[in-house]
């Protein structure tokens, strides 16, 4: 699944604004095949969008660098 890039949340506004209008021609020229698919790729981009939007809200939590394990000698028995 990909992933949106924060810094597009404003295209996906962009291409909502475009698909509500073809909308309403499709609505206008009685395209009832083309209005279904568009309320699904509208369906879609909302989806996206939440979930970008529900990602950037997300505190960055630092993990810190990986430093190697050092080995513990255990004692031999025996």
Do not use: H, Y
Not at 5 to 29: F, G, I, Q, V, Y
Not at 32 to 60: M, N, Q, Y
């Amino acid at each position: 699944m990909l992933k949106v890039n924060p810094k597009m949340l404003s295209r996906l506004n962009e291409l909502e604004t475009d698909l509500l209008a073809r909308r309403e021609r499709a609505e206008a020229e009685g395209w009832f095949g083309e209005i279904e698919g568009l309320d699904l790729t509208l369906a879609l981009l909302c989806s996206k969008r939440d979930e970008t939007e529900r990602i950037t809200r997300r505190p960055v939590i630092d993990l810190g660098i990986p430093t190697p394990r050092t080995t513990q000698s255990t004692p031999k028995t025996g």
